[in-house]
């Protein structure tokens, strides 16, 4: 059975993958983990950062005796995947993204941290702090977001993956994109697949950005199909 590993997004958890997991657990080997500072592994003194991810992803995997994995990664874990490809590429078979946003400078940092605002977050989406307070347990929340912001900044003024980089990647790759996907542009989108050397891009109709609004079976059938 091919080894999948599945990795969340930036303020997620390995638990969002629990509709995904039982569409795709009879065909996988599934793996998954939480990235430091996610669904109550502790903060790092470093911080947050795509390596950080990536060489927790290479220490999962020394842990569990996986030498090579395809990976799935939603969002931020989409990222964290093809620069594991660019540096670690000897263990990774293929990478399939969804919803990962590209284009990173300055501007485009500032904007996504405004929606990371804990007191604005509990003023108005109240269910959703109580959410990410669960999630993160016993871990601050508040402090995932301030991490998750301060990485995204730094993502802003130096992004990991230059485009010159994306040339160099030449994993089997599939990006997926939502329709509906306020997050994410499809020129970013274009961009990156264009720049991969085995790539395909692929949009998924009446799809949104957050994962839980995502059609699993759907989702499903595209890693299942993904050939190149």
């Known amino acids: 059975m091919e080894n999948l590993l599945l990795l969340h997004g930036?303020?997620?958890?390995?638990?969002?993958f629990n509709s995904l997991s039982r569409e795709l657990k009879s065909e996988f080997n599934l793996c998954t983990f939480n990235f430091p500072g996610h669904g109550g592994e502790p903060i790092p003194e470093t911080g947050f950062s795509i390596q950080l991810f990536a060489e927790a992803t290479i220490a999962f995997m020394d842990k569990n005796k996986l030498e090579k994995v395809s990976i799935f990664?939603?969002?931020?874990?989409?990222?964290?995947?093809?620069?594991?490809?660019?540096?670690?590429?000897?263990?990774?078979?293929?990478?399939?993204?969804?919803?990962?946003?590209?284009?990173?400078?300055?501007?485009?940092?500032?904007?996504?941290?405004k929606m990371l605002d804990a007191d604005k977050i509990e003023a108005k989406?109240?269910?959703?702090?109580?959410?990410?307070?669960?999630?993160?347990?016993?871990?601050?929340?508040r402090s995932v977001l301030n991490h998750t912001s301060e990485m995204l900044l730094e993502m802003g003024k130096d992004n990991p993956l230059k485009r010159e980089d994306y040339s160099t990647i030449k994993t089997p790759a599939l990006i997926l994109l939502g329709d509906n996907d306020k997050m994410v542009t499809l020129e970013e989108t274009i961009a990156v697949n264009e720049l991969l050397p085995n790539s395909r891009l692929e949009i998924l109709a009446n799809t949104s950005h957050p994962l839980e609004q995502?059609?699993?079976?759907?989702?499903?059938?595209?890693?299942?199909?993904f050939n190149i």
């Open 10 to 16: 930036a303020i997620g958890s390995k638990d969002q």
């Open 73 to 113: 990664g939603y969002s931020m874990g989409g990222y964290v995947a093809l620069y594991f490809a660019k540096y670690f590429p000897d263990r990774v078979e293929k990478v399939i993204t969804l919803a990962t946003k590209f284009h990173w400078d300055e501007l485009t940092a500032q904007k996504e941290v």
């Open 125 to 141: 989406l109240p269910a959703f702090a109580t959410e990410l307070q669960k999630r993160h347990a016993p871990v601050d929340w």
């Open 214 to 225: 995502v059609d699993a079976e759907m989702l499903a059938s595209y890693i299942r199909d």
